[in-house]
């Protein structure tokens, strides 16, 4: 028995010259799909990393403005005027500096009864630094709230990985209210609630976007203010 040939018939060149379009079409997709996956994925964890430095940075500025004027003998000082002549101090610095200074009890002696003494590394302040894009921590430098060129500083922030590039400080949430006068000797006691808005702007080091993080605090212990009326 035999059987009749059967004709063999493959790709003619067009069919395969469109099947190997077609692969590269689909080929060409999938690698651009990838690339923008591996992208967007990159950009996530530069966005991450840049908002946990400023976040860090954040904290360590807001831990310690809270803790402004608080001392060893606070509680002595309710209603005591003598007490906040220099640990209400908060200094703003114009221009580029955005700086701020105020009193911190750092080795917890504070002397209520002497409040005017105060040791060299006492005052503390944080400032912005532009020339290194960094936030600057004073760490030691002589008892004055309104210099802030004085003293010894030290970079919070790493200009190696982040680059700061505005911190500000606002006190206009600040609010008082009258707490008593004495009309005998034309005085008036008002009690402020100290609050402080800190924004910090930033970038990685090594490029990117900007990223802003805010914040706003209460002071730990309310200021005290004897005001002379007419």
């Known amino acids: 028995c035999t059987h009749a040939p059967v004709n063999a ?3 003619t060149l067009i069919e395969f010259l469109v099947a190997i379009v077609v692969g590269i079409v689909v080929s060409g997709a999938a690698v651009v ?3 923008s996956t591996i992208g967007i994925s990159s950009q996530n964890i530069k966005n991450t990393k840049v908002t946990q430095e400023l976040r860090a940075a954040m ?10 004027g608080v001392t060893r003998d606070v509680h002595k ?11 209400d101090a908060t200094y703003i610095a114009d ?10 009890d750092r080795d917890w ?7 005017l003494t105060l040791e060299a590394n006492e005052w503390a302040g ?13 760490v030691k ?10 003293g010894t500083w030290v970079s919070i922030t790493d200009p190696d990985i982040i680059d700061i590039q505005s911190f500000t400080i606002d006190t206009s949430p600040t609010y008082e209210f009258l707490v008593s006068e004495d009309t005998s000797a034309n005085e008036e006691s008002w009690l402020q609630i100290r609050k402080v808005n800190i924004t910090i702007t930033g970038q990685l080091a090594s490029g990117g976007g900007s990223h802003t993080v805010e914040e706003t605090i209460r002071l730990r212990n309310d200021n005290y203010v004897v005001k002379n009326v007419p």
């Open 9 to 11: 018939r493959g790709f």
């Open 33 to 35: 799909l990838m690339a």
């Open 59 to 68: 904290e360590i500025v807001s831990r310690d403005m809270r803790r402004i």
């Open 77 to 87: 000082c309710y209603a005591q005027n003598a007490c906040n002549i220099k640990s």
């Open 95 to 104: 221009g580029n500096d955005h700086c701020v200074l105020f009193y911190l």
């Open 109 to 115: 002696d504070f002397d209520s009864d002497n409040p």
């Open 126 to 138: 944080y400032k912005y630094n532009d020339a290194n894009g960094s936030i600057d921590i004073k």
């Open 141 to 150: 430098g002589a008892t004055t709230d309104d210099d802030c060129s004085d």
